[in-house]
């Protein structure tokens, strides 16, 4: 990681968070299984707890400012909140 960071702008938030809103409105991953046995070790420079829009949204960022980026969540689909409001912000 550097020492030298640059900012986030409000217009690289909202877009985005557009990018993965329509990411997750048009790809469903309900058929996918979550792994719940297996050993690994990941290093990253953030690690994201959750995987919503919010979440998606800090790590595309991340990824764009150079740094990689770990999305770790519990359910066995991409989404958290966002996916079960049909991706419709509250």
Do not use: N, P, Y
Not at 53 to 77: F, I, N, P, W
């Amino acid at each position: 990681m550097s020492d030298k960071r640059e900012r986030v702008t409000r217009r690289q938030v909202l877009v985005g968070t557009g990018a993965m809103a329509a990411a997750f409105g048009t790809v469903t991953l309900s058929s996918c299984k979550a792994r719940t046995t297996g050993k690994w070790d990941q290093e990253a420079d953030i690690v994201v707890v959750g995987s919503g829009v919010g979440a998606c949204t800090a790590a595309v960022v991340a990824h764009e400012s150079g740094d990689s980026a770990l999305v770790v969540e519990k359910a066995a689909t991409v989404g958290g909140t966002s996916a079960k409001s049909a991706g419709v912000l509250w």
